[in-house]
Nanobody
Framework: VQLQASGGGLVQPGGSLRLSCAVT????????IGWFRQAPGKEREGVSC????????HYSDSVKGRFTVSRDAAKNTVYLQMDNLRPEDPAVYYC???????????????????WGQGTQVTVSS
């Protein structure tokens, strides 16, 4: 099981980025998968999670309405579209998954059992 995150970078406030998480070793038709972030000195936060079993999503209040999690099952890839990025969004963003049946809410709040490496997102003018 591997998760490979990419797509981080530097963006101005109000800008957009799309993160990708390519997965191997499992397919996106049952697991819960999501995006988590951790900024220096702050606790890890589950920001956007998706149940691939029923397509139910969960977003943290801090990103609701600005971030969108989606999947491309044919490419075995999960995306995080981040719009209207704010100065409080910079962090290392990680993708993670639970291969059993977890809800998107549970995944975001409990954290995954399988982690990918992180990708840095910086928001600065």
């Amino acid at each position: 099981v591997q998760l490979q995150a990419s797509g981080g970078g530097l963006v101005q406030p109000g800008g957009s980025l799309r993160l990708s998480c390519a997965v191997t070793g499992f397919t996106l038709d049952r697991p819960a998968i999501g995006w988590f972030r951790q900024a220096p000195g702050k606790e890890r936060e589950g920001v956007s999670c998706l149940s691939t079993l029923n397509d139910i999503t969960h977003y943290s209040d801090s990103v609701k309405g600005r971030f969108t999690v989606s999947r491309d099952a044919a490419k075995n890839t999960v995306y995080l579209q981040m719009d209207n990025l704010r100065p409080e969004d910079p962090a290392v963003y990680y993708c993670g998954a639970d291969l059993g049946h977890s809800s998107s809410y549970a995944l975001c709040n409990r954290g995954p059992s399988n982690w990918g490496q992180g990708t840095q997102v910086t928001v600065s003018s």
